[in-house]
């Protein structure tokens, strides 16, 4: 390229740049002008208003999520403290087919967002025309501190329409079909079911393929959190997989991993991951999977509580489990999700956190069952008996010992149809928002990935980590001119020292954020600046236009 001659606003000297390819890191400067990479090679002589000391640290694209629930609670949180901490530069956003949250309990949104009206803060349960689409203006107008690209999520278009039932109408469809497209008319990058979870547990695949068909007509991705990821795990990849065979699309499975001793063969796993390489071989369909990276999860208390309990509302179904028969009842039919509590494989479950009861959040389960001296069954009915709604009761989440952590090293960490994501929300370290999302994942997630398996273990190289956290979902999702160390490519950019990244969150000491980050720059703005958040908003929301 000849002697650079340029005068570049930000400097990011000596460091192994780790490209985001797989390639092996080598050393170079990285110059950043505006809001893109403008150089990167050796930039001795050449000076900047801000030059970072990059020796022995690494220089990496800023990582990208492509599997979390921000769009809950970005609006009373738009630092995104908890997530650009661990070098998240991006988020894609709505998944596991919720796209439309209301207000959290005491959770304030951010006042620069106002005069814009969009799903998240409209009263519903009906939504006027343009709702849906001013999900993205209004988070244009807030800023956030990382970008985000949307999904647009099922269960709420089923919201929207009034559909709980299994069959709809046609004016119902019409509805969906409608938000859908004005979703997808604004933007979104995608339509993302959850066929797990209320209302769209009782939806038939056909539904979604012709919802799905909608999208596909705007270059959509579809991520799903499947039908089942147990007994009929198989079933539910052969769904995913019918879907984009019909459509075309691109297609993530979301959180693919088989929960140990759930009662279910052990090899189910690799046979599903079996299923998707095959589909992507033979079939040359554009499929991967996501998972994030810890042997616990945290799961939906309301996928263990059977359908018919809330059929006839959630009034109802506290009657039901009011009374010793309706309990009986409940038990009979309560091997679903996570099947080992069935088994009665109850010190799985680690923590119950209902929003409406903060003292149960912060007590393991043991203990709640222990003062209470009552069967942990009794328990978890208890805490859901005691949900004001049924909106509260979905709410409520689960965290358990799920997973085998050589079953993780064997697929999620070094198996090339693997992303890694977090599943997890960008939360504070205090203030209201800590009551509603107080999961040790939303602190620790991304980081864990490279602590764990990278620096701890050897299990992945540097290199392929940072492959899996990058370009993978930018190329995916088409994200344009991200996920790379590139000339002309946006300056997402973290920098760091491997040794020094720390999870500083425990179980006991929950909202802490984790540290190591020495600078996260998002489009060319330093977010973290020696290892400080700077207030700056300098995040986007990645809008999906494809051309006619």
Known sequence: MGIYRRKPDIIIRGGTVIDGTGKPGYFADVAVIGDKIDYIGDLSGVT????????HKYVTPGFIDPHTHSDRCIWGNPECQSAVRQGVTTEVVGNCGFSMRTKMDGVEYDSQGDGIDCVYNLPGPTYPKGSMAATLDKMEKMGASMNTAWLCGHNDLRVIAGLYTRDYTEEQFQVMADFLREAMEAGFIGFSTGLEFVPGSVSRPEEVERLAAIAAEYDANYSTHMRDEGTYLLEA????????????MRGMVSHLNVKYDNG?????LFKGMQMLKDARE??????????????????????????WLYAEGWDKAREIMA?????????????????????????RLLYIKPPYLPECSEKPFAELVKESGKEPFDVFIDVMQAAPTLDDANKVSIQGTVFHEQTM??????????????????????????????????YMSMTYFFVRYVRELGAISIEKAVEKATSMPAHHFKLEKRGMLAEDYYADINVFDLNELKINATFNDVCRYSSGMDYVIVNGTPVIAKGEHTGERAGRVLRHLPKK
């Open 237 to 248: 990849i052969n769904e995913f997989l019918n879907v984009i065979r019909k459509t075309g």
């Open 282 to 307: 033979i079939e040359h369909l554009n499929v991967y999977a996501d998972m994030l990276p810890t042997c616990f999860a945290t799961g939906g208390a309301m996928a263990m509580m059977p359908p």
């Open 264 to 268: 279910i063969p052990n090899d189910y």
């Open 323 to 347: 009374t010793k028969e309706g309990r009986e009842r409940i038990k009979a039919d309560f091997c679903r999700y996570w099947r080992f509590l069935d088994a009665g494989q109850w010190d």
């Open 48 to 55: 900047a208003p801000l030059e970072i000391d990059a020796h």
């Open 409 to 442: 090293i064997d697929s999620v960490v070094t198996d090339p149809i693997y992303m890694w994501q977090t599943d997890s929300s960008v939360t504070v370290e205090e203030g209201p928002l800590t009551k509603n999302l107080s999961n040790i994942q939303n």
